[in-house]
Nanobody, 121 residues
Framework: QVQLVESGGGLVQAGGSLRLSCAAS????????MEWYRRAPGKERELVAS???????NYADSVKGRFTISRDNAKNTVLLQMNSLKAEDTGDYYC???????????????WGQGTQVTVSS
């Protein structure tokens, strides 16, 4: 069994910062890719940032220069540092990871339960 658990969401004023954390646990052989998605109220889910096992990163244009994704491979954890937050960053943030499960050696996509971020203007 593999689980992803997110933490770090909350309420912050515009211009403030939050750091989201996502920890993967269970029978993990390796983690290929870790990502953060968000779903703003009334909008489709969108990819915010991603990071490969080698550390290559990718960001949505709307968060470039403000958000930083990083990962600790030893702890199977991915972080999302969010600075200069705007009201439009409000939404539910979800962690996704492409994981090779150690028992089956199958590569599957796993999702966390989500954490809410609210930015007041």
């Amino acid at each position: 069994q593999v689980q992803l658990v997110e933490s770090g969401g909350g309420l912050v004023q515009a211009g403030g910062s939050l750091r989201l954390s996502c920890a993967a646990s269970g029978t993990i052989a390796s983690i290929t890719l870790m990502e953060w998605y968000r779903r703003a109220p009334g909008k489709e889910r969108e990819l915010v940032a991603s990071i490969t096992s080698g550390g290559s990163t990718n960001y949505a244009d709307s968060v470039k220069g403000r958000f930083t994704i990083s990962r600790d491979n030893a702890k199977n954890t991915v972080l999302l540092q969010m600075n200069s937050l705007k009201a439009e960053d409000t939404g539910d943030y979800y962690c996704n990871a492409i994981i090779v499960e150690a028992m089956s050696m199958m590569q599957l996509s796993y999702w966390g339960q989500g954490t809410q971020v609210t930015v007041s203007s």
